[in-house]
Every structure is written in C-alpha cells, then in structure tokens.
C-alpha cells in the first residue's frame, strides 16, 4: 500500500531556531499532502494544505510565516517552523491521498515530535 | 462551518462486549465520514468509510443523516482492538477535520 515518511522523527532545539520537517511520499505521487498538529491527548488540527506547484493554503487562526510550507516535488512537501519557540512544541503529521484529486484515502505520516526548549 | 464531536474521550469495555464509539457531525454539505484508528506506537491509519458500507476488523459505521450520526460498532469485542479511533469528515476536496478521539480499551 500508499507509504508517507516523514523526517525527522523527532527533533529538540532551542527557542528562536527554525526547524525544518520533510514529508514524502514513498511509492506514488502526491499533488496534495496536508500538515496537521496534535496536540497532547488531542485530536489533529489541520493547519494547511501543501499544493505542489503553488502556494500553501493555510487554515484560519494559521501563520503562513511562521509555518512555511514548500511542496517541492510531487513526493516532498516540507513544513518550517521559524524562529520556534516553546508553544510550538508539538506533534506535527503530514498526510497525502493517493490516487489524485477527489480520492478519499488519506495515508499518514508517522508524524514528528517537535520540542522546542 | 464543519465540526465533528466525539462524546466520549474513553471508552472501556470488557472482552467480548458489544462497543459503540459515538460520532456527531455538523456540515452544510453532503458529508463524507470516515472512521481513523491508532494503534499504540503506530501511525494514523484508514479503519472505514461509509460510502464503502463495509465491515472491517468486525466493526461496522451506518451514517444516520437524520441524527447528524455515525456511530461504530462492533458486537463482540477484542483485546486487539484497543486503540484511539477518530471520527474524520471530509470536506474541500480532501481536507479532513477530525474529532477530539475516543480511546478504547478492552479489558481481559
């Protein structure tokens, strides 16, 4: 079946750094890949929607210039964390349907345990 | 705008017992309504659909549009399936809003 990794897994820095977390997707192309956010004991909150070949779109309440997202190839889609400080630390999971636009099957990353100190 | 509620935060019931995750949604258009598992230390992952009407891993989901609804069921329940279980809407093409989460646990 349809694989998503991301990297890194987890990561720590210090506040004020930025952080950079790659998503891909494996074995098929993705023209779409979606970045969400867990909180702990949490549900995901969607954050945006990485569009290869044009600009993000982020969800309400969601600073474009804080969380950067570059959908660089049809398989990577990366989101960068700027100038992260404590708040930001997280769990960042990124998904991609496979079988294009309209397909209903989501695949998820395993996501990316963000902590920033 | 879309919302999707899942009641219960923790669900525990005893192997062999009938389970009912409960799922509420609110969406303005036709909703599509999907049902996410997690297993412990593994990644979110596709349980159901209910445009697929099926039984998987013996759970089952009915949309009742009338009740805003789409519980999962499963009659006898497993160890195995202790889990966290996500109730996802689907909207704008393939965003998908997700509920709080219920997490099951199934007692020997």
């Known amino acids: 079946g349809a694989v998503v990794s991301q990297h890194p897994s987890r990561v720590i820095c210090k506040s004020g750094t930025s952080v950079k977390i790659e998503c891909r997707s494996l074995d098929f192309q993705a023209t779409t890949m979606f970045w969400y956010r867990q909180f702990p004991k949490q549900s995901l909150m969607l954050m945006a929607t990485?569009?290869?070949?044009?600009?993000?779109?982020?969800e309400q309440g969601v600073e474009k210039d804080k969380f950067l997202i570059n959908h660089a190839s049809l398989t990577l889609s990366t989101l960068t964390v700027t100038s992260a400080h404590p708040e930001d630390s997280s769990f960042y999971i990124c998904?991609?349907?496979?079988?294009?636009?309209?397909?209903?099957?989501?695949?998820f990353g395993p996501g990316t345990r963000l902590t920033v100190l | 705008a879309q919302r999707v509620t899942q009641p219960e935060k923790l669900l525990s019931v005893f192997k062999g017992a009938p389970v009912e995750l409960k799922c509420n949604y609110s969406?303005?258009?036709?909703?599509?309504l999907f049902w996410y598992v997690q297993y412990s230390r593994q990644r979110l992952q596709l349980l159901l659909r209910h445009i697929s009407r099926e039984s998987i891993k013996g759970f089952t989901a009915d949309l009742n549009k009338g009740e805003t609804s789409f519980h999962l069921k499963k009659p006898f329940a497993q160890e195995e399936d202790s889990a966290m279980y996500y109730c996802a809407l689907r909207f704008g093409g393939n965003m998908l809003t997700f509920g709080g989460g219920t997490r099951l646990m199934v007692k020997p």
């Open positions: 998904s991609a349907p496979s079988g294009g636009i309209g397909t209903d099957t989501q695949y």
């Open positions: 990485s569009n290869e070949g044009s600009k993000a779109t982020y």
């Open positions: 969406y303005s258009g036709s909703p599509e």
